[in-house]
């Protein structure tokens, strides 16, 4: 049987950091293990590619929810990523850190070493910004972050000055001193490539020694002796296998597999673990729970003015871009759609932002439909602008049905339950309506398509968002960090509750979600988490 000192379970966003971060000093050795395969594929390279792979089974778990009543009785779709560098690989690629206050409610939360200042180190260490080092940024980190200022769609600066008409002022840097405003979002891209994990971390890794690597591994179960985890068994090549850990078993599987292998492994709730035959390790009601997410709707605009559907539906426009990229990774293909919005009060009398605004000069009303592949914007111009509350207050859970660990667990969002959550979408909506009723945007806006004029009402822009809305794919919490055993998963070393030898390092161990998109405070979380891990074993 193979021994190494550390197992990392998951190649993703969490992963990659820990796999390069775990194997630097050359001598510990190093087994990550991912379900996926290779993320070479230009759909994941190019980074308007992840218009396809949002939806291809080769790069993507394809969870579902199930039926929620308050969202339409709908099945909401959740991908994922089941590739190297995990979603990092297949999502929009927009860099937010969040606001600093949502990293002291962390620390205030029980968990020390959490807030804003311990962890901005953390965030500057990952980062190559391309604005080099300042007092909010880092240079000579694996991970670039790009702005694209002078490079988005001109709708863009359209639509700031309309914010800015309805006084929220510009900010220049999201993830620097002032958060709130309307501003472009920054970019985890080098060069025109997508900076995912996968590139940033672990391929530089990949040429130690003490790094090994292993794709298309599914873990089954983690193995324990007693309550000391000591192991993992993983299915390759049709071969069941079973590797140990000297050091320690690290599970970076994101927020749905991470909760999931647990509760396989026996750790979790024992009402649910005995139903399913499963040997008990430790009760652990909370693992699968607290769940939390963003949700959100667009609202789509006929434009008076050309957007980027002129550029990229026609074939010659096609052409065009595709030319651009080629020859000098330039052009529409380099960056994201999602390039400019907001965070912002709704109220004046909040103490900070609730509402996450985003434009993209681009619309795909095919979107609407779930798993549709966005790889045709619509044959007119036209944009879209979305909204989601920077912190719901819903709270939904991960469960197995099954010891089968091919079996997709349970997802139940429970998305819109709380009185709160509804009252943030009535205001969301209005504010959407109220940026694009704003000059100069509303010198541009032909006809609002989605929802449409007939919804006016607060009762009718809710049942709008019961009907269309979905998730932002910010899924975290469901292995939440904090000190009591019985709520939370892990402490605030990311070490399980009343086990030894097991952490979890990736976005379930959040104790609440961040303000904005949170692959940045998933690489946050484990570059702090791989300190934890070498000092704690550095005696």
């Known amino acids: 049987m193979h021994e190494y000192d550390y197992i990392i379970v998951g190649a993703g966003s969490a992963g990659c950091v820990l796999a390069n971060r775990l194997s630097a000093n050359g001598t510990d050795r190093v087994l990550l293990l991912e379900a996926g395969g290779s993320d070479r594929s230009p759909w994941i390279q190019v980074p308007i590619g992840y218009g396809r792979t949002f939806a291809d089974p080769r790069f993507n778990w394809m969870y579902h929810a199930e039926p929620e009543p308050a969202m339409g009785n709908r099945r909401l779709y959740w991908p994922r990523g089941k590739v190297l560098g995990g979603t990092s690989s297949i999502n929009a690629m927009v860099y937010i850190r969040g606001q600093r206050e949502d990293f002291d409610d962390w620390e205030a939360a029980g968990n020390p070493g959490w807030g804003w200042k311990s ?45 800015n008409a309805l006084g929220y002022p510009t900010t220049a840097d999201f993830n620097g001193a002032q958060t709130e405003g309307a501003g472009l979002w920054q970019m985890t891209i080098r ?44 299915l390759h090549q049709g071969s069941l296998q079973t590797v140990r850990a000297a050091k320690e078993v690290v599970l970076s599987g994101g927020s749905i597999n991470s909760p999931q292998l647990l509760q396989l492994s026996g750790v979790g709730d024992a009402g649910l673990l005995q ?22 709707v667009s609202y789509y605009f006929k434009s008076k003015v050309p957007t980027l559907n002129d550029t990229l539906y026609p074939f010659s426009g096609k052409v065009k871009a595709a030319l651009q990229y080629l020859l000098g990774k330039q052009g529409p293909l380099a960056m994201s759609v999602n390039q400019a919005g907001a965070f912002v009060r709704s109220r004046p009398e909040l103490a900070r932002p609730n509402m996450h605004v985003y434009f993209n000069p681009i619309s795909y009303t095919a979107n609407a439909k779930p798993q ?16 989601n509350t920077c912190r719901p207050t819903s709270r939904g859970s991960i469960t197995i049905q099954s010891s089968d660990p091919f079996a997709k667990p349970v997802i139940r969002t429970n998305f819109l339950s709380t009185p709160e959550d509804i009252a943030d979408v009535q205001e969301g909506s209005q504010l959407l309506r109220r940026i694009a009723a704003s000059a100069p945007l509303s010198g541009v806006v032909a006809s609002e398509l989605f929802p449409g004029p007939g919804a006016t009402s607060p009762e009718a822009l809710l049942e709008d968002f019961r009907q269309r809305s979905g998730s932002v794919y910010h899924a975290c919490g469901t292995c939440g960090m904090g000190p009591d055993p019985v709520r939370h998963v892990v402490d ?8 030894q030898g097991l952490r979890v390092v990736d976005a379930s161990v959040f104790p ?4 904005g998109n949170t692959n940045a405070p998933t690489i946050m979380v484990a570059e702090k988490g791989a300190d934890l891990i070498l000092e704690d074993h550095a005696a």
């Open 119 to 163: 962890v901005l180190p953390y965030f500057k260490k990952s980062e190559d910004h391309v604005g080099g080092a300042s007092d909010y940024h880092g240079s000579g980190g694996p991970l670039r972050v790009s702005e694209f200022s002078g490079k988005v769609h001109p709708l863009c600066d359209t639509f700031m000055a309309a914010c």
């Open 191 to 234: 060069d025109g490539v997508r900076a995912s994990t996968a590139n940033a971390f672990l391929r530089p890794a990949l040429k130690r020694k003490n790094l090994t690597l292993t794709t298309r591994a599914q873990v089954t179960r983690v193995v324990f002796e007693g309550t000391r985890a000591v192991g993992v068994e993983f």
């Open 275 to 296: 139903g399913l035959h499963i040997p008990l390790v430790r009760h652990a009601p909370a693992v699968g729970q607290n769940m939390q997410d963003h949700v959100c």
């Open 372 to 387: 549709a592949k966005l790889m045709n914007p619509d044959p007119y111009s036209a944009f879209l602008m979305s909204f």
């Open 492 to 499: 605030h070393r990311l070490r399980v509750h009343g086990i």
């Open 512 to 515: 609440a979600v961040t303000s």
